[in-house]
């Protein structure tokens, strides 16, 4: 696959949502209904316009590595637009059979206690401005930014794995039930 003189991505700002960007030092802000994120992004290589309706992502004679790093910037800028217009939503179900987990939110931290009837409780690191939402036996984590909200809802996952247990008889836990559907 030969590789042209100029690769150029572009991304659609949609309606309600502004960006700026600074070119001295690489940042770009994205504002929105939902609230705005920030980024820095500076390579000699790339660049970044800002037109009317859209933003664009170009490099002139890249090579493999500048492509990767064109399609990683891409993404990126992609997920702040949809962050800040739509924000990113994960939904999460606790399942137990042998002990009742109880969980709650305190600060930046949600608290799983009687999780397999340990006495101490266990707790996930909830990051950036996330907010989750406990309803019954669902957990509803919401926020603008793609890569907090995917972290907590790894970290809360992670929280309930089960060690020195058979998974196929003691299958509690908190899992993943749905998560936001990208538009490409």
Same mark, same amino acid.
């Given at each position: 696959?030969?590789?042209?003189?100029?690769? /150029?991505?572009? $991304?659609? $700002?949609?309606?309600?949502?502004?960006?700026?960007?600074?070119?001295?030092?690489?940042?770009?802000?994205?504002? %929105?209904?939902?609230?705005?994120?920030?980024?820095?992004?500076?390579?000699?290589?790339?660049?970044?316009?800002?037109?009317?309706?859209?933003?664009?992502?170009?490099?002139?004679? #890249?090579?493999?590595?500048?492509?990767?790093?064109?399609?990683?910037?891409?993404?990126?800028?992609?997920?702040?637009?949809? %962050?800040?217009?739509?924000?990113?939503?994960?939904?999460?179900?606790?399942?137990?059979? &042998?002990? #009742?987990?109880?969980? &709650?939110?305190?600060?930046?931290?949600?608290? *799983?206690?009687?999780?397999?009837?340990?006495?101490? #409780?266990? /707790?996930?690191?909830?990051?950036?401005?996330?907010?989750?939402?406990?309803?019954?036996?669902?957990?509803?984590?919401?926020?603008?930014? $793609?890569?907090?909200?995917?972290?907590?809802?790894?970290?809360?996952?992670?929280?309930?794995?089960?060690?020195?247990?058979?998974?196929?008889?003691?299958?509690?836990? *908190?899992?993943?039930?749905? &998560?936001?559907?990208? /538009?490409?």
């Amino acid at each position: 696959m030969p590789i042209s003189a100029v690769v /150029k991505k572009t $991304i659609d $700002i949609p309606e309600g949502v502004q960006v700026r960007f600074t070119k001295e030092s690489g940042n770009l802000t994205v504002t %929105g209904p939902l609230g705005n994120l920030s980024r820095t992004f500076t390579n000699p290589k790339i660049r970044i316009n800002l037109e009317k309706n859209n933003i664009s992502v170009v490099c002139e004679l #890249p090579k493999k590595i500048d492509n990767a790093l064109l399609g990683t910037w891409h993404a990126h800028i992609k997920n702040m637009v949809h %962050g800040v217009a739509q924000g990113y939503e994960y939904k999460m179900k606790i399942v137990y059979s &042998h002990f #009742p987990i109880k969980t &709650h939110v305190k600060d930046n931290e949600l608290i *799983i206690e009687n999780f397999l009837g340990e006495k101490l #409780p266990r /707790k996930a690191r909830i990051i950036g401005d996330t907010k989750v939402k406990i309803s019954g036996d669902q957990i509803i984590i919401n926020g603008i930014d $793609i890569e907090a909200t995917g972290q907590s809802m790894a970290n809360i996952e992670k929280t309930t794995k089960i060690k020195n247990y058979d998974p196929r008889v003691f299958q509690d836990g *908190i899992y993943l039930v749905e &998560h936001p559907k990208k /538009k490409i």
